[in-house]
């Protein structure tokens, strides 16, 4: 039955989203905690992964 394979879908699908939005927020706080005082920039140089583009930053 497509609706019964629907609702199970539905079921599984959205708590996952809501505890992913969650989850999210918490990893969030630590991942862009920025505590670099006491370290020195080496090298800073562009990644490229498909069509995004980011910076990776190398630390003493």
Known sequence: NPLERLVTTLLWVLP??????VLGMRLQQFTTLAQVADR????IYPVRVGSLRAYRVIFE
Not at 16 to 21: D, E, L, P, W
Not at 40 to 43: E, F, N, P, R
Request: charge should be neutral; avoid cysteine.
């Open 16 to 21: 996952m989203i809501v505890a992913g939005k």
């Open 40 to 43: 020195w920039v080496i090298d």
